[in-house]
């Protein structure tokens, strides 16, 4: 069964930067597009930012453009999320997801648990 | 930006009965290379991740029991729960992965009456 293990997440005040990772598992990790999707709690689902199998296509929610970074190493099965700047309202549950192939223009066939990201003074 | 809506925000059904949401885009999420609609269904139940129920906006994912269905009609997509059992309660939400930024609706709760 395919694992994604999310980690990184706590508090951190306004302003702050805070660095997901998600180590992934029991699938061919470069073969998967992989996606940060949160969630602000009692809300609906947000996508954040996608990445492609290769690393080399990536695309960001207007929201976080200009702060956030995702990025993935293949050789150890890991995705990222560099997020600097942070906001009130980045708070959420960050998912991280997967896709059945390399492009991102297919639906998640896999989430993590989540990672809580809290933003407060 | 494509925007996707959802009807309605709640609906609750015996158990048994067939369940029906309503998802619609704001453009066509149709492509002309593949004639494939690119929308899927998650089910969300609390606590818990989603999880992936329809893709193509009609195909099932493996292991999905099949009183979930999904169907289209241009823009207007509907996810049906054939006969309701008391695991489906849940939100549901629609997603459209055909141009960035994803979308997803705003979410359909699902009780039993």
């Known amino acids: 069964e395919v694992q994604l293990l999310e980690s990184g997440g706590g508090l951190v005040q306004p302003g702050g930067s805070l660095r997901l990772s998600c180590a992934a598992s029991?699938?061919?990790?470069?073969?998967?597009?992989m996606s940060w999707v949160r969630q602000a709690p009692g809300k609906g689902l947000e996508w954040v930012a996608g990445?492609?199998?290769?690393?080399?296509?990536?695309y960001f929610a207007d929201s976080v453009k200009g702060r956030f970074t995702i990025s993935r190493d293949n050789s150890k099965n890991t995705l990222y999320l560099q997020m600097n700047s942070l906001r009130a309202e980045d708070t959420a549950i960050y998912y991280c997801?997967?896709?059945?192939?390399?492009?991102?223009?297919?639906?998640?066939?896999?989430w993590g648990q989540g990672t809580l990201v809290t933003v407060s003074s | 930006d494509i925007v996707m809506t959802q009807s309605p925000d709640s609906l609750a059904v015996s158990l048994g009965e067939r369940a029906t949401i309503n998802c619609k885009s704001s453009?066509?999420?149709?492509?002309?290379?593949?004639?494939?609609?690119?929308l899927a269904w998650y089910q969300q139940k609390p606590g818990q991740p989603p999880k992936l129920l329809i893709y193509?906006?009609?195909t099932r994912e493996s292991g999905v029991p099949d009183r979930f269905s999904g169907s289209v009609s241009g823009t207007d997509f509907t996810l049906t729960i054939s006969s309701l059992q008391a695991e489906d309660v849940a939100v549901y939400y629609c997603?459209?992965?055909?141009?960035?930024?994803?979308?997803f609706g705003p979410g359909t709760q699902v009780d039993i009456k």
């Open positions: 997801a997967k896709a059945p192939g390399a492009s991102y223009y297919l639906q998640i066939d896999y």
């Open positions: 029991r699938f061919t990790f470069s073969n998967s597009a």
């Open positions: 990445i492609s199998g290769s690393g080399g296509s990536t």
């Open positions: 453009r066509s999420v149709l492509s002309s290379s593949n004639n494939k609609n690119y």
């Open positions: 193509w906006a009609s």
């Open positions: 997603q459209q992965y055909y141009d960035t930024p994803f979308s």
